[in-house]
């Protein structure tokens, strides 16, 4: 069991930047993928990043990348999404999940665990 909580969200002016926090409890931390998720009003959540297990894969979506960048401390059971350059469509509630098997990444049914989630708002 791995339960995950989310931090660092806000509200921030375009172009800023902002550090989200995933902090994970249990000892078996360092066994999960971890990826982020987002979601926006009326949107389905949508697929954000992902890092394996030892940090050495990481995968962006296509809308984030050079922009954003996922990384993770395993002896701090933590994992980071930096977000520069932030855009009004970066607006969404951003959720950390981890999984097993890095597969089908991009897929939310592949995640075992799932936080509740932190509010990001860009302004224009």
Do not use: H
């Not at 982020?36 to 990481?58: C, L, Y």
């Not at 098997?101 to 860009?122: A, C, I």
């Amino acid at each position: 069991q791995v339960q995950l909580v989310e931090s660092g969200g806000g509200l921030v002016q375009a172009g800023g930047s902002l550090r989200l926090s995933c902090a994970a409890s249990g000892r078996t931390f360092s066994r999960y993928a971890m990826g982020w998720f987002r979601q926006a009003p009326g949107k389905e959540r949508e697929f954000v990043a992902v890092i394996s297990s030892g940090g050495s894969r990481i995968y962006y979506a296509d809308s984030v990348k050079g922009r954003f960048t996922i990384s993770r401390d395993n002896d701090k059971n933590t994992v980071y999404l930096q977000m520069n350059s932030l855009k009004p469509e970066d607006t969404a509630v951003y959720y950390c999940a981890a999984t097993t098997f890095l597969y089908s990444y991009t897929r939310r049914d592949e995640y075992n665990y799932w936080g509740q989630g932190t509010q990001v708002t860009v302004s224009s």
